[in-house]
């Protein structure tokens, strides 16, 4: 027979479970949007860039947009690998994208401004979280990784 769940256990598994589901997310988006960035599918990319940014960086804002897709890439994967690393990295990169939004053509992109804030607020909330957790969550192994299923079954 088990002993019952107390609070604290609770809590410990919804943050373990957080931190997953935002792992995977800020692993999975930057990737897909560093992705678009050579392709434009979803939109035309160099149109969100402000223009003092362009004039100060070298060659067309679609150049910009390529090393901007290889960055986007690399901060996934290092989020996928090394959380307490790449989530702030990544909420950095965020707050560089407000202010692009911010300062291109106000007001037309204040409402992304807006959204990517809001995914600002959830990488610094991975960061927490990463810099939180036992090393063996972070980057579990196989051992915790069979320990955690029998935990989270239980649940």
Same mark, same amino acid.
């Given at each position: ?29 930057? #990737?897909?949007? +560093?992705?678009?960035?050579? !392709?434009?599918?979803? /939109?035309?990319?160099? $149109?969100?860039? *402000? &223009?003092? %940014?362009?004039? #100060?960086?070298? +060659?067309?804002?679609?150049? !910009?947009?390529?090393? /901007?897709?290889?960055? $986007?890439?690399? *901060? &996934?994967? %290092? ?77």
């Amino acid at each position: 027979m088990e002993a019952p769940s107390t609070q604290s256990d609770k809590v410990q598994r919804a943050a373990y479970q957080t931190f997953w589901l935002l792992r995977v997310g800020f692993t999975v988006a930057p #990737i897909l949007f +560093g992705v678009d960035k050579f !392709f434009n599918w979803s /939109v035309h990319w160099p $149109e969100y860039l *402000a &223009g003092w %940014i362009n004039d #100060i960086m070298p +060659g067309s804002a679609q150049d !910009f947009m390529y090393a /901007v897709g290889v960055i $986007e890439i690399a *901060a &996934g994967l %290092i989020v996928l690998f090394a959380p307490r690393i790449g989530a702030p990295l990544v909420a950095g990169w965020l707050g560089g994208i407000v202010i692009n939004l911010l300062t291109n053509n106000p007001p037309e992109y204040y409402d992304f401004a807006l959204r990517d804030f809001g995914l600002m607020l959830g990488a610094l909330t991975l960061a927490r979280l990463a810099w939180a957790m036992p090393q063996t969550a972070v980057m579990p192994t196989r051992q915790t990784r069979d320990s955690g299923r029998r935990l989270h079954t239980a649940a």
